[in-house]
């Protein structure tokens, strides 16, 4: 059964930090790039971060770069997003994705974890 199980959110006064991790299960982890979305309430779900499965190339929105850094660890079949500077609109419900593109397109979504910054 393939699992993504996000942990980490809560709640937190602007300017200060929060670390998610989203550890993975049932599907081989090193071969699909990860990413962390985002959606707040009455918005579409956006990309926040991404990194590939290699670990070569990390991708950020530009409302989080310099705030934000997305990690891997291949050999605990973790994701991480260290989040620091946090504003109140990066208050959302934060998901956990893993893709892949080749040799077949699939991908795998976490249940969420809320993060609320308060101002």
């Known amino acids: 059964e393939v699992q993504l199980v996000e942990s980490g959110g809560g709640l937190v006064q602007a300017g200060g930090s929060l670390r998610l991790s989203c550890v993975a299960s049932?599907?081989?982890?090193?071969?699909?790039?990860m990413s962390w979305y985002r959606q707040a309430p009455g918005k579409e779900r956006e990309l926040v971060a991404s990194?590939?499965?290699?670990?070569?190339?990390?991708n950020y929105a530009d409302s989080v770069k310099g705030r934000f850094t997305i990690s891997r660890d291949n050999a605990k079949n973790t994701v991480y997003l260290q989040m620091n500077s946090l504003k109140p609109e990066d208050t959302a419900v934060y998901y956990c994705?893993?893709?892949?593109?080749?040799?077949?397109?699939?991908?795998?979504w976490g249940q969420g974890t809320q993060v609320t910054v308060s101002s």
């Open positions: 994705n893993a893709f892949i593109t080749f040799p077949y397109k699939r991908q795998y």
């Open positions: 049932g599907f081989t982890f090193s071969s699909y790039h």
């Open positions: 990194i590939t499965r290699s670990d070569v190339s990390t």
